[in-house]
């Protein structure tokens, strides 16, 4: 039988891209991903992302398999349902004998890996549910967004490197270098005291999505992570790109800020972990 999930060439990317447009904005977060690996390259390189479609038909939507060795994500993206079921019980290119990250997986896509999972001998072992919450492309800048009095916004510094990385709830052994990478590359923003000192930041992730905002404690409570995200999201508008952000289920504060902000919530993702049984 020949292998059913057909690599989509770099430049082909947009095909597929666009092709999430369908019902629009409920595929915003599968458009957004590709979108960013398009605008971006530094991205899939870093990702060692592929892109593989049903049947070489971008309207049975993407699976996308990046394999960084400690690492390994895939990234499952249906449009055509039943299709991307049949393909992924009989694909050989996925290793179902490894441990398995799936991120941002909508609710078809983990029903899906559900009715599947016995026959391909995984388990579905972490379900972390979150929030979408979106701002589209053409939506408004905020106004009136400037720096609070002594402060200013950069990116982050290799100095400060690991104060960032110590206090991300996902923090690893390799999400020091994730930081690094993102650092390197434009997608952090940090407010700054005019001592040099962080006060709080914001990034973009590699998936495109507004990644690990937070505040020191001696500067809480004066409004900087709301000014973050509306200086990010600015940034984001004026370079024509969608703008994402996920709240855990029980994190009533952040939900209640990107509401304030103006955010559409609307439904949840999962980031799932597979085990082989």
Not at 11 to 22: L, P, Q, V
Not at 234 to 258: C, E, G, I
Request: aromatic share 14%; with cysteine; net charge negative.
């Amino acid at each position: 039988m020949a292998e059913p999930l057909v690599e989509l060439p770099y430049s082909k990317w947009s095909t597929a891209r666009d092709a999430f447009k369908e019902n629009w904005p409920s595929h915003i977060v599968e458009y957004s991903f590709l979108d960013i690996q398009l605008k971006y390259p530094v991205f899939q390189k870093y990702l060692k992302l592929k892109i593989y479609c049903p049947y070489g038909d971008v309207t049975n939507g993407i699976v996308g398999i990046s394999d960084k060795e400690k690492y390994y994500e895939v990234f499952v993206h249906p449009l055509r349902e039943r299709v991307m079921e049949e393909c992924l019980k009989t694909t050989k290119l996925i290793s179902w004998d490894r441990p398995i990250t799936v991120p941002e997986a909508s609710d078809v896509a983990l029903d899906l890996l559900k009715r599947i999972s016995d026959e391909l001998s995984i388990l579905i072992t972490s379900d972390d549910i979150a929030v979408k919450h979106f701002v589209t492309n053409d939506s408004t800048q905020y106004e009136g967004i400037s720096c609070p009095p002594g402060t200013y916004v950069g990116p982050l510094t290799s100095a400060y490197l690991d104060i960032v990385d110590s206090t991300w709830a996902y923090t690893s052994d390799f999400s020091r270098d994730y930081f690094q990478f993102l650092a390197s590359n434009g997608f952090t923003y940090v407010l700054y005291s005019s001592k040099h000192e962080p006060m709080a930041w914001l990034n973009v992730g590699a998936n495109g999505d507004l990644s690990h905002l937070f505040c020191l404690e001696p500067f809480r409570r004066k409004g900087y992570a709301e000014f973050m995200i509306k200086y990010v999201v600015n940034d984001l508008l004026s370079r024509n790109s969608n703008v994402l952000a996920f709240t855990v289920q029980d994190n009533a504060p952040a939900y209640k800020m990107f509401q304030k902000l103006g955010f559409t919530n609307d439904g949840c993702v999962h980031w799932l972990t597979l085990e082989p049984k």
